[in-house]
């Protein structure tokens, strides 16, 4: 079955850097998540979008923005790179039944950033 | 206080054993709750998802759901060294709404 498909999976930047992490949804799923892991920590929710509209938002950066376009992918745009943002960033998605969210996300490998 | 709390551990069993993960929240809103299981530098893989109280049982998985406690908690019967994982809690308060984390415990299988 299609999984969650997110690239790069590795990412190497400098301080001050721009990077963009893309991520492919389960197909006709039509909710995206993106959470950001340190290392030993939980995975901390930043931002969500429905139907290309942004749905919630949790703990991003002002540095970061992030869009879902018309075919369901996403892409989180990250500038002005601090070391601390060196994490794995997951995406997740779910889909809609209805009017209904299932409620179950299903997660992505991961992009690893690294910011030197 | 965090509002998903869960033993980091690390907790080592051995092979066979019955292996008891738990977590305890604070926001009564929560509706949805999940487990994952996180192999090292993996994606969370979802193993149980249970709307509301109740139990659900899936192979050698149960998970229960007790809402007037604010408690989860996450059986593994018949353990294997290949459930050796990160194992985290999570839920949210409804359908398309972020999820919540525990902290994860790390488990540890030993053959």
């Known amino acids: 079955a299609a999984g969650v498909i997110q690239s790069p999976r590795h990412l190497i930047k400098e301080k001050r850097e721009t990077a963009t992490l893309k991520c492919y949804p389960i197909?006709?799923?039509?909710?995206v998540y993106w959470y950001q892991q340190g290392p030993g920590q939980d995975p901390q929710f930043l931002i969500s979008?429905?139907?290309?509209?942004?749905?919630d938002k949790g703990s991003i950066p002002d540095r970061f923005s992030a869009q879902q376009f018309s075919d369901y992918h996403s892409e989180l745009n990250m500038s002005s790179l601090e070391l601390g943002d060196s994490a794995l960033y997951f995406c997740?998605?779910?889909?809609?039944?209805?009017?209904?969210?299932?409620?179950?996300?299903?997660f992505g490998e991961g992009s690893r950033l690294t910011v030197l | 206080q965090k509002e998903v709390e869960q033993d980091p551990g690390p907790l080592s069993v051995p092979e066979g054993a019955i292996v008891s993960l738990n977590c305890t929240y604070s926001?009564?809103?929560?509706?949805?709750f999940m487990w994952y299981r996180q192999y090292s530098r993996k994606g969370p893989e979802l193993l149980m998802y249970?709307?509301?109280?109740g139990n659900k049982e899936d192979g050698r998985f149960t998970a229960q759901v007790d809402k007037s406690s604010k408690y989860i908690s996450l059986f593994i019967r018949d353990s294997q060294p290949s459930d050796s994982a990160t194992y985290l809690c999570?839920?949210?308060?409804?359908?398309?709404?972020?999820?919540?984390f525990g902290q994860g415990t790390r488990l540890t299988i030993n053959p």
């Open positions: 249970t709307y509301s109280s």
């Open positions: 999570a839920m949210s308060e409804g359908g398309a709404q972020k999820l919540v």
């Open positions: 197909p006709r799923h039509d909710t």
């Open positions: 926001n009564s809103a929560f509706q949805y």
């Open positions: 979008f429905y139907e290309k509209m942004q749905s």
């Open positions: 997740a998605s779910s889909s809609t039944s209805g009017r209904t969210n299932t409620g179950e996300l299903f």
